[in-house]
């Protein structure tokens, strides 16, 4: 136990300070974190969707939830059922054979569904365009709120997107 | 190279590792099967390819083989009207969903096989539209087709219930269906269906110039973009007949192995989660966040996706990858080291933990032969392949590599298989640092150059990934850059299968942590 306890303390606090949203908002952590609240009342809660990416979207994903960008401590948390999701996050250029799975996981949230493109497939298709086999970007699906386009898109990129996605909710929300 | 028994006439391609093409007839179809495999052989990979022209040329149905002293490529052309193949599935069990995934594409069947239901197909097209033939044009889309029910193996008897997962995953990965029968909290079965994530990635090959394969083969499964970019591009340069400069394929290898590490690292953090052990992976992603930021840094690019390129790389050749650059890296591997060591030993002697990976998702050795396991899973399973040691190119052959080896076969075994080759990589890593040759790291590619056939082969953090290509001249008269046909090889194919074995007998909430020892690609084999 010793030494699991010291090689956190050696390693320290290594979440970094948060970014700002785009577009020209100026938020610090409690601001952000007020904003979440105040728009959804609650945390921000994400079900990921990976409609046929390559994984390289996913890989920065899961960079997001590491201890440098400190996701939990803004209130922002990846559930298991789309049922406890607030926001969608979805990858790839949407295969046909998971264009279902995407719909009904999509059906199943609680309004006001937010939903969130990655990267360049996410967007249009990317480098596999469409086909007989891939729709061509998430829009062609479900509604999309934002964007986040790059391949695959830096964990900072999409923390900015998801901060982002939320302000932009806020106006599109009944409140 | 030969087979026992066969008279076949084999050439060889021009590529870094040796390996021969040749023609067969049906008959030694099977025949150079059975020989491979009594000879201690694998099969690597199985694809068609369609080689009408007009009135001439056939579907042809090929196949890689690993041999100890190198690798032979198999071409079996259908003559007539045959659209008909002899079925090895019962000599290498794992080449009945590639023969199944051949049928969905082509239209060419694997005769007498027990199991053709469709694989990739889900209904998302036509049956009777075939997407790698010819005359089908690559725009075809067909919208607003519902997908079909999969027919799955059911197990019956008292107290048998099924459980259904996916494609919708609980976490952030891949999409893939698991059908589990169990008994209590038991598994008695399981069975997979993958095909989620086809994206038509053979057929956009045929749309792209050969010079710029590279980076649809970069994006077939993210987490190995280098390695995938790298065999595509050994394979595009056998067929070119392009040699590359030193500098080049060490700063290639260099990649490789830093990919390697990224996997494994955030992996055995994985691992530790899985368990219930979340300083794991706070720790280990801490370390690979690091790791991708130097990769970004001094490469360009976090997952360093494009910087492989036809000809050598496409890295800076001066600062930020400069002597001070390369220090740099070497001080990285030295911290990593320290930090790997570290955890380690509280992996080691965390009880919780080794209680839940000791014996967890076996695979015995014998099984593991006999069921085609590779790449590092079978490194912790009594086999000892791994393509930088037994075909050593520069800068391996330089400076020599020593694999990892274990044969408990379970969660434990593969945990420190990923552990020993992280070190070994960072070792590795260090010395192609500080040896790093002088001098040009690309050559351009001629403006023509020849068409023919070309392959690659590259040890990847997962196992061995394999690239068939095939090149002919271009619409607007270029010689040699038009890619004919290009089949990339995942070696996910072979162990999702073993996955399949690996859990009988297990309890289904260990089913996370035994499939995460593994991380089994969806996007590579689904294509
Ligand atoms: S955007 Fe790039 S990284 Fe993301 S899924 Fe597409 S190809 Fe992969």
Same mark, same amino acid.
């Given at each position: 136990?010793?030494?699991?306890?010291?090689?956190?303390?050696?390693?320290? +606090?290594?979440?970094? =300070?948060?970014?700002?949203?785009?577009?020209?908002?100026?938020?610090?952590?409690?601001?952000?974190?007020?904003?979440?609240?105040?728009?959804?009342?609650?945390?921000?809660? +994400?079900?990921?969707?990976?409609?046929?990416?390559?994984?390289?979207?996913?890989?920065?994903?899961?960079?997001?939830?590491?201890?440098?960008?400190?996701?939990?401590?803004?209130? +922002?948390?990846?559930?298991?059922?789309?049922?406890?999701?607030?926001?969608?996050?979805?990858?790839?250029?949407?295969?046909?054979?998971?264009?279902?799975?995407?719909?009904?996981?999509?059906?199943?949230?609680?309004?006001?569904?937010?939903?969130?493109?990655?990267?360049?497939?996410?967007?249009?298709?990317?480098?596999?365009?469409?086909?007989?086999?891939?729709?061509?970007?998430?829009?062609?699906?479900?509604?999309?709120?934002?964007?986040? =386009?790059?391949?695959?898109?830096?964990?900072?990129?999409?923390?900015?997107?998801?901060?982002?996605?939320?302000?932009?909710?806020?106006?599109?929300?009944?409140? | 190279?030969?087979?026992?028994?066969?008279?076949?006439?084999?050439?060889?391609?021009?590529?870094?590792?040796?390996?021969?093409?040749?023609?067969?007839?049906?008959?030694?179809?099977?025949?150079?099967?059975?020989?491979?495999?009594?000879?201690?052989?694998?099969?690597?990979?199985?694809?068609?390819?369609?080689?009408?022209?007009?009135?001439?040329?056939?579907?042809?149905?090929?196949?890689? $083989?690993?041999?100890?002293?190198?690798?032979?490529?198999?071409?079996?052309?259908? #003559?007539?009207?045959?659209?008909?193949?002899?079925?090895?599935?019962?000599?290498?069990?794992?080449?009945?969903?590639?023969?199944?995934?051949?049928?969905?594409?082509?239209?060419?069947?694997?005769?007498?096989?027990?199991? #053709?239901?469709?694989?990739?197909?889900?209904?998302?097209?036509?049956?009777?539209?075939?997407?790698?033939?010819?005359?089908?044009?690559?725009?075809?889309?067909?919208?607003?087709?519902?997908?079909?029910?999969?027919?799955?193996?059911?197990?019956?008897?008292?107290?048998?219930?099924?459980?259904?997962?996916?494609?919708?995953?609980?976490?952030?990965?891949?999409?893939?269906?698991?059908?589990?029968? *169990?008994?209590?909290?038991? *598994?008695?079965?399981?069975?997979?269906?993958?095909?989620?994530?086809?994206?038509?990635?053979?057929?956009?090959?045929?749309?792209?110039?050969?010079?710029?394969?590279?980076?649809?083969?970069?994006? *077939?499964?993210?987490?190995?973009?280098?390695?995938?970019?790298?065999? $595509?591009?050994?394979?595009?340069?056998?067929?070119?007949?392009?040699?590359?400069?030193?500098?080049?394929?060490?700063?290639?290898?260099?990649?490789?192995?830093?990919?390697?590490?990224?996997?494994?690292?955030?992996?055995?953090?994985?691992?530790?989660?899985?368990?219930?052990?979340?300083?794991?992976?706070?720790?280990?992603?801490?370390?690979?966040?690091?790791?991708?930021?130097?990769?970004?840094?001094?490469?360009?690019?976090?997952?360093?996706?494009?910087?492989?390129?036809?000809?050598?790389?496409?890295?800076?050749?001066?600062?930020?990858?400069?002597?001070?650059?390369?220090?740099?890296?070497?001080?990285?591997?030295?911290?990593?080291?320290?930090?790997?060591?570290?955890?380690?030993?509280?992996?080691?002697?965390?009880?919780?933990? &080794?209680?839940?990976?000791?014996?967890?998702?076996?695979?015995?050795?014998?099984?593991?032969?006999?069921?085609?396991? #590779?790449?590092?899973?079978?490194?912790?399973?009594?086999?000892?392949?791994?393509?930088?040691?037994?075909?050593?190119?520069?800068?391996?052959?330089?400076?020599?590599?020593?694999?990892?080896?274990?044969?408990?076969?379970?969660?434990?075994?593969?945990?420190?298989?990923?552990?020993?080759?992280?070190?070994?990589?960072?070792?590795?890593?260090?010395?192609?640092?500080?040896?790093?040759?002088?001098?040009?790291?690309?050559?351009?590619?001629?403006?023509?150059?020849?068409?023919?056939?070309?392959?690659?082969?590259?040890?990847?953090?997962?196992?061995?990934?394999? *690239?068939?290509?095939?090149?002919?001249?271009?619409?607007?008269?270029?010689?040699?850059?038009?890619?004919?046909?290009?089949?990339?090889?995942?070696?996910?194919? &072979?162990?999702?299968?073993?996955?399949?074995?690996?859990?009988?007998?297990?309890?289904?909430?260990?089913?996370?942590?035994?499939?995460?020892?593994?991380?089994?690609?969806?996007?590579?084999?689904?294509?």
């Amino acid at each position: 136990m010793w030494k699991i306890l010291r090689q956190i303390a050696r390693n320290g +606090i290594r979440t970094e =300070p948060a970014p700002q949203a785009d577009p020209d908002f100026q938020s610090e952590t409690q601001r952000i974190h007020q904003d979440i609240l105040d728009i959804l009342g609650q945390a921000l809660t +994400i079900r990921e969707v990976d409609a046929g990416s390559c994984n390289g979207c996913e890989l920065e994903i899961h960079a997001v939830n590491n201890p440098y960008y400190n996701l939990e401590g803004f209130g +922002i948390k990846f559930v298991a059922s789309p049922r406890h999701a607030d926001m969608l996050l979805v990858t790839g250029p949407v295969s046909r054979n998971m264009a279902m799975a995407l719909k009904r996981t999509y059906d199943a949230m609680p309004a006001p569904k937010l939903v969130v493109a990655i990267g360049d497939c996410g967007r249009d298709g990317g480098i596999f365009g469409e086909s007989y086999a891939c729709l061509g970007g998430v829009a062609k699906v479900i509604p999309v709120d934002l964007t986040i =386009p790059g391949c695959p898109p830096e964990p900072i990129e999409i923390l900015k997107g998801i901060l982002t996605a939320v302000r932009y909710g806020q106006k599109k929300s009944p409140r | 190279m030969h087979l026992p028994g066969l008279k076949l006439d084999l050439k060889g391609l021009p590529a870094p590792i040796p390996l021969s093409r040749g023609m067969v007839d049906a008959a030694d179809w099977s025949a150079a099967a059975l020989a491979v495999a009594e000879c201690g052989g694998r099969l690597v990979a199985l694809w068609g390819s369609d080689r009408r022209q007009g009135e001439t040329g056939n579907f042809v149905i090929s196949a890689a $083989y690993a041999m100890q002293d190198g690798m032979i490529w198999l071409d079996l052309p259908l #003559t007539g009207a045959q659209s008909g193949y002899p079925d090895i599935s019962g000599i290498f069990s794992f080449a009945g969903r590639m023969q199944r995934a051949t049928a969905d594409l082509l239209g060419i069947h694997a005769e007498n096989a027990a199991d #053709t239901r469709p694989w990739l197909n889900h209904g998302a097209w036509p049956v009777e539209h075939f997407p790698l033939r010819r005359e089908v044009n690559g725009a075809a889309c067909f919208d607003g087709r519902s997908l079909k029910d999969y027919p799955f193996v059911r197990v019956e008897g008292d107290g048998v219930h099924e459980i259904a997962v996916g494609p919708v995953h609980a976490g952030i990965i891949e999409p893939g269906h698991f059908r589990f029968s *169990v008994v209590g909290e038991k *598994v008695l079965r399981l069975e997979e269906r993958l095909g989620y994530k086809h994206k038509g990635i053979e057929k956009r090959f045929e749309q792209l110039p050969a010079s710029e394969g590279h980076r649809l083969a970069g994006r *077939v499964s993210g987490d190995s973009t280098v390695a995938y970019a790298w065999a $595509y591009c050994m394979a595009l340069e056998s067929a070119w007949n392009l040699q590359i400069p030193a500098r080049a394929s060490w700063l290639r290898a260099l990649m490789l192995e830093r990919e390697r590490v990224a996997n494994h690292l955030g992996d055995l953090g994985a691992l530790g989660n899985d368990a219930a052990f979340s300083f794991g992976l706070a720790q280990f992603m801490c370390l690979k966040e690091d790791w991708l930021r130097l990769n970004k840094e001094l490469f360009g690019h976090r997952f360093m996706m494009d910087k492989i390129i036809p000809g050598g790389v496409d890295v800076p050749l001066d600062a930020p990858l400069d002597a001070p650059g390369l220090a740099r890296l070497v001080a990285q591997c030295e911290l990593v080291e320290r930090e790997v060591h570290q955890l380690r030993s509280i992996y080691d002697n965390h009880a919780g933990l &080794q209680d839940r990976f000791i014996t967890t998702g076996r695979v015995v050795p014998e099984l593991a032969k006999q069921l085609g396991l #590779t790449g590092f899973a079978a490194r912790a399973s009594g086999i000892s392949h791994d393509l930088r040691v037994d075909f050593p190119i520069s800068p391996y052959r330089e400076l020599g590599v020593k694999a990892a080896f274990h044969r408990s076969g379970d969660v434990a075994a593969r945990a420190k298989v990923r552990f020993e080759e992280i070190l070994e990589s960072l070792r590795l890593i260090r010395r192609m640092a500080s040896g790093l040759p002088d001098g040009e790291q690309r050559v351009n590619p001629d403006k023509e150059m020849p068409a023919g056939f070309g392959a690659g082969r590259i040890e990847g953090w997962r196992g061995e990934i394999f *690239v068939a290509l095939e090149i002919g001249a271009s619409d607007q008269g270029e010689q040699g850059n038009r890619i004919l046909r290009c089949h990339c090889h995942d070696p996910s194919w &072979q162990n999702w299968p073993v996955l399949e074995y690996a859990v009988i007998g297990n309890i289904v909430p260990d089913f996370p942590l035994i499939n995460k020892s593994f991380n089994l690609s969806y996007s590579g084999p689904d294509l």
